[in-house]
């Protein structure tokens, strides 16, 4: 099991317990003010309410009254199915009858998630590469679909779910009693009722193998474009769409450039020493030397942000070259928020670079979606804000993991500043 199905499983287990949890405790407090009904311990409740099995027992229809507790079943044999075959190896692909469909619900649940984007992409294409695995590329397979069919049983349900439908079709009649025949004829009925046709996601499926799968390693962005209009008719979610766009192009640059990033935004003066008087030299290095020691490349003492770059300039300034400078704002970036790994100072001293460098990476929406959970987190509940900051401290790690790991656009920056001082 990889590590982003572990993830997303343990997601959707805490999801659906904390919706029954909910469910639990309104029931209680219902019970304790309906003067009618017999008083219940909340013991008494969570063990007639509880998911047995993924389904809520009967006797929890009497006590929750007036919860949706077919709504509430519903998602809960959802997510039984999902954790499922998420759990599955790859080996155990064709062990049961699933031709996974549900990628719109699945976009539903990843966004709620704290996967980062390429966890995520991860999660999408576990289920497009099973789908795949039914010999789809080759022939069609024979697809049914029970999802809006309200006159199959939960047993039947149940059965498709976990179960290898194929075998139904073996040449086995003679091994089997009467009413087994009459069993599996039955249901090979409800498959024959329930066929669609499985040309449209033969087509689809061949073309995310043509443009995507095939070539993970020369893939263009005529191909990322296919590719993500496929997954938009399958159902993957706009949103995640425009996350896995970006993931992919970056891939796609990163490939391609082979030099690297060049700076054309600021404007940077030369400075050497040359410029300036002896003594407009030695002021300069006196302030200099207030924050950082030259000659160890140690901060002497706690500064933020706006006086490094202040610092950095003037080492520009009196001719001090991009190392020096380079290792003025390393030390700053341990001292600050690497050594603490603290997400939030690292995104705050870090905007400016990827701002600059989000289109290059790829990563423009992934940076609002990243902005949109810190406004969240300003106005939404406590267990919603959880969510919003795990979200955020997930992208917000990610997106900086791919910056490049060298100090020039603090340099150039640094040296834009040069007149300003």
């Known amino acids: 099991m990889t590590s982003a199905n572990k993830k997303f499983i343990d997601f959707l287990d805490y999801r659906i317990k904390s919706k029954v949890e909910t469910a639990i405790i ?16 909340l013991t008494e409740v969570t063990e007639s309410s509880f998911l047995a099995d993924t389904y809520l027992k009967s006797k929890a229809r009497s006590i929750i009254g007036n919860i949706d507790v077919a709504r509430l079943q519903d998602e809960a044999n959802v997510t039984d199915n999902l954790i499922r075959m998420l759990s ?22 990843l966004m709620e998630s704290n996967l980062n984007t390429s966890e995520r992409f991860a999660i999408i294409m576990f289920f497009i590469e099973k789908n795949i695995s039914t010999g789809i590329l080759e022939k069609c397979p024979q697809l049914f679909d029970l999802r809006d069919n309200e006159n199959i049983s939960l047993e039947d349900r149940v059965f498709f779910n976990t179960s290898n439908a194929n075998e139904l079709f073996s040449d086995a009649s003679s091994e089997l009693s009467d009413d087994e025949l009459k069993e599996r004829n039955r249901l090979i009925g409800i498959i024959k009722d329930n066929s669609v046709d499985a040309s449209d996601y033969q087509t689809m499926y061949r073309l995310i193998n043509d443009h995507y799968l095939s070539k993970k390693e020369t893939f263009t962005v005529d191909d990322l474009n296919i590719f993500i209009e496929v997954l938009k008719k399958l159902g993957v979610s706009e949103d995640l769409n425009k996350q896995f766009f970006g993931y992919l192009k970056s891939s796609i640059e990163k490939r391609h450039s082979k030099q690297e990033y060049k700076f054309t935004s600021f404007s940077t003066p030369q400075a050497s020493r040359k410029y300036i008087t002896d003594s407009e030299y030695r002021h300069y290095k006196k302030i200099i030397l207030k924050y950082y020691d030259i000659n160890k490349g140690n901060i002497v003492r706690p500064i933020d942000i706006n006086e490094v770059y202040y610092c950095a300039s003037l080492m520009a300034k009196i001719g001090l070259d991009d190392a020096d400078i380079s290792t003025l704002f390393l030390r700053f970036y341990q001292q600050e928020c690497i050594s603490a790994d603290n997400t939030f100072a690292k995104y705050g001293y870090l905007y400016d670079k990827l701002e600059y460098y989000a289109e290059q990476l790829g990563q423009t929406e992934t940076l609002k979606f990243i902005n949109d959970c810190i406004k969240e987190m300003m106005i939404s509940s406590a267990d919603d804000y959880v969510f919003w900051k795990n979200s955020f401290i997930s992208e917000a790690n990610n997106v900086i993991s791919q910056l490049p790991n060298n100090f020039s656009f603090e340099v150039s920056k640094a040296k834009s500043l040069i007149n300003k001082y």
């Open 88 to 109: 599955l190896e790859r080996e155990e692909w064709n062990k049961y009858c699933d031709f996974f469909a549900e990628f719109e619900l699945l976009s539903e649940y």
């Open 26 to 41: 309104s029931a209680y407090e219902k019970n304790l003010k309906d003067e009618k009904q017999e008083k219940l311990s």
